[in-house]
């Protein structure tokens, strides 16, 4: 059996996990077995959307996210015997599918850009040292793996509906969650979005980033900032790009204001198109733009606003 953990947002499955059952899928076929899917929830869940995709779908309602309480869910799914499980490669992911490794004593293979099965092994390939080389990696089996965003085509529904699996999820000794706060989200994800404005510290303050909205909302986008802006405090900390913040892999990234520091350009260096705004010739980010405007961003992005407007009327 290959596993997939089915993120979701309460509502609908998340781009990632549609990523992560198109990789699973070829993992069964390689491997001459069956794609099943865990979903855990701490309340609504997708499980309609959910079992349009697997023959089998596994559902847990866990109360709120510990990375305890989703390993135990995760390894109550697959307590059958598991070759691989997959899963989108996200922050939460990384604090509780160790756990599952150790447990299972499976090889974990994380942020993936593509994977294989060959001779009773997993071959993956992920980015490494800043983005900057390719690793190609293997695991025996089982394996864990996750799947880094923006990588993988969506896999589409079976046409049939899945049986669903109601599982039984032994007590953990855990954390007990007292309260938690939600940010609120605005506009697409920012690790799911196909367009991205990022705004550097060269807007010179919070309200400039107004316009960093606009453009974004207009291009069906979201919005990111570079560290010194989050540290300003003229953004929130989920919006932050880069090695200590989110890793991105849009279609389109907009670069305003942004010098383009080592850290940055790990979050954003394999965009498929990059463009640049900043007044300075010498700022590394042109160097690894595609296109690149030499100016003053407060008389640049009006203008991008502008045009954009011109082309969708």
Not at 10 to 30: C, D, I, M, Q, V
Not at 102 to 129: F, H, I, N, P, Q
Not at 281 to 310: E, S
Request: charged share 20%; aromatic share 6%.
């Amino acid at each position: 059996m290959i596993l997939v953990v089915l993120d979701h947002d309460g509502n609908r499955l998340r781009k990632g996990s549609l990523e992560a059952l198109t990789r699973a899928r070829a993992l069964a076929e390689a491997l001459g077995t069956q794609v099943a899917g865990v979903l855990l929830s701490e309340g609504q869940a997708p499980v309609e959307e959910a079992r349009g995709h697997v023959a089998t779908l596994f559902v847990a309602e866990l109360g709120p996210y510990t990375p305890e309480k989703w390993a135990a869910g995760v390894l109550a799914a697959a307590k059958d015997g598991v070759k691989a499980i997959v899963a989108p490669s996200s922050r939460q992911s990384r604090t509780y599918l160790g756990r599952v490794a150790y447990a299972l004593k499976a090889g974990l293979l994380e942020d993936t850009l593509e994977s294989w099965a060959e001779g009773g092994m997993v071959y993956a390939t992920r980015y490494a040292y800043l983005n900057r080389v390719t690793q190609k990696v293997r695991a025996a089996l089982p394996v864990v793996l996750t799947v880094k965003p923006n990588t993988t085509p969506l896999a589409q529904p079976l046409g049939s509906m899945g049986e669903v699996v109601p599982l039984s999820v032994p007590q953990v000794a855990t954390v007990e969650v007292l309260e938690r706060v939600q940010e609120e989200k605005k506009g697409v994800s920012l690790t799911e979005a196909n367009v991205v404005v990022t705004g550097g510290r060269g807007l010179g303050s919070a309200e400039a980033f107004k316009e960093v909205e606009e453009l974004a909302a207009l291009l069906g986008g979201a919005v990111g900032a570079t560290r010194a802006v989050v540290d300003a405090g003229w953004r929130p900390y989920a919006e932050q790009v880069g090695q200590t913040g989110k890793t991105v892999q849009p279609a389109l990234y907009i670069a305003l204001g942004v010098s383009g520091a080592v850290q940055h350009l790990a979050g954003m260096n394999k965009s498929k198109y990059i463009v640049a705004v900043n007044k300075d010739p010498d700022a590394p980010i042109f160097k690894h733009a595609d296109y690149g405007i030499v100016g003053d961003v407060h008389q640049v992005l009006p203008a991008l606003i502008q045009t954009v407007k011109k082309l969708k009327d």
